[in-house]
């Protein structure tokens, strides 16, 4: 096929026409990856403005609950998808947790269906073990209110106790009774 001396003429202007094209649509991806329209690093940047609590996985319940409850909270208030909650949460281990989560975290992704819900229970079972539970269970059963404690005191030990013994307060009613029978005498009555 034999170009005409028109057809010649016009492939400088239509290779400078694509050349800008091809230039424009290769300026809008950097200027789009610049400005954060990469849905993964815009949702870090939502999280990380929450200002987050890291986890650095000493055996106290009470941090691990509250770095759990606070990520759900967060998730909530970003809208975070499932599938990213795992990853994003993790940034934010340190120290034992970090360590613990490095040579798991691969094991655990692998397993069909892992996600945020199944991370929990596997950082409970490791920061959250048996006989802590155990024991948090003991104290709970023995609890009552000292002649010495406030009642605002004893509800809030009665609360912390409540969160980790969720078998023995399964529900309001046997909660508010349990509340009431470790009250100090004088108030029950």
């Known amino acids: 096929m034999v170009e005409t001396p028109e057809q010649v003429a016009a492939r400088p202007r239509t290779l400078e026409q694509l050349a800008q094209s091809f230039g424009l649509v290769l300026q809008n991806q950097l200027n789009n990856n610049h400005h954060g329209d990469d849905p993964q690093a815009a949702m870090e940047k939502k999280i990380s403005a929450l200002k987050p609590p890291t986890f650095v996985g000493r055996d106290d319940p009470l941090l691990l609950e509250s770095w759990i409850r606070d990520f759900e909270k967060i998730f909530t208030a970003t809208g975070t998808l499932e599938a990213q909650k795992v990853d994003h949460a993790t940034f934010y281990l340190h120290e034992d947790a970090d360590t613990w989560w490095e040579s798991v975290g691969p094991i655990f992704k692998a397993?069909?269906?892992?996600?945020?819900?199944?991370?929990?229970?596997?950082?409970?079972?490791?920061?959250?073990?048996?006989?802590?539970?155990?024991?948090?269970?003991?104290?709970?059963?023995?609890?009552?209110?000292?002649?010495?404690?406030?009642?605002?005191?004893?509800?809030?030990?009665?609360?912390?106790?409540?969160?980790?013994?969720?078998?023995?307060?399964?529900?309001?009613?046997?909660?508010?009774?349990?509340?009431?029978?470790?009250?100090?005498?004088?108030?029950?009555?």
């Open 111 to 189: 397993q069909e269906n892992f996600n945020w819900e199944t991370f929990k229970i596997a950082i409970k079972a490791r920061f959250f073990p048996e006989h802590i539970r155990r024991q948090k269970y003991n104290e709970f059963s023995r609890f009552n209110q000292s002649y010495n404690m406030s009642v605002q005191e004893y509800d809030q030990k009665f609360n912390e106790y409540a969160r980790f013994c969720p078998t023995v307060v399964p529900n309001k009613g046997t909660k508010a009774q349990k509340f009431e029978d470790g009250h100090k005498f004088d108030l029950q009555t």
